[in-house]
């Protein structure tokens, strides 16, 4: 019969028929059950993965009082609406003006403070949204979410 493994060649099942395997490569039948503590570890593993990242998620963005924890260069990715990503960068200055630029788009706008909160404008093109800041975990995040277009960036503070 052949060596068990070679493509095309008939493998022993368990009942002790042959069978040919698509790929060609033998494996034990026993392997290819999902056994119950092979469920049982996989469903461990996602659950503490699902866990860790809504745990991080569920997270409430810190007030924002002042513009001055939110002054300084920012960098990360934006995600606009495509499912690719770009590199993004932001600088946010104490008279609350930003500058924003990612591939080869630059914008120019403005950062309001008011109750807590914080809000972008920037054009071109026109964009208008919510900063939200995250001082713990790490490094301070930003998520900014545009209110009409697809516009998502995700930035942490450069030292």
Known sequence: MGVPGAAGEAAKTQS????????GVWTDPKEDTLTPGRSLTRFAAVAIWLM?????????PTPVTSIDPL?????G?????????????????????LVASWG????????TVAN?????????PPYEGTLQFYQG????????????????AVVTMQP
């Open 16 to 23: 002790g028929g042959t069978s040919v395997r698509e790929v």
């Open 116 to 124: 807590g909160q914080a809000t972008y404008q920037m054009t071109p």
């Open 77 to 97: 990715t934006v995600d606009q609406g495509s499912g690719s990503r770009e590199f993004f960068y932001l600088t946010i200055n104490a008279d609350q003006t």
């Open 104 to 111: 080869i788009n630059w914008s120019w706008g403005k950062v």
């Open 71 to 75: 002054v300084g260069k920012w960098a």
């Open 52 to 60: 860790l990242l809504t745990g991080c998620a569920s997270s409430p």
């Open 137 to 152: 975990n790490g490094k301070p995040t930003l998520f900014m979410k545009d209110l009409f277009a697809n516009f998502y």
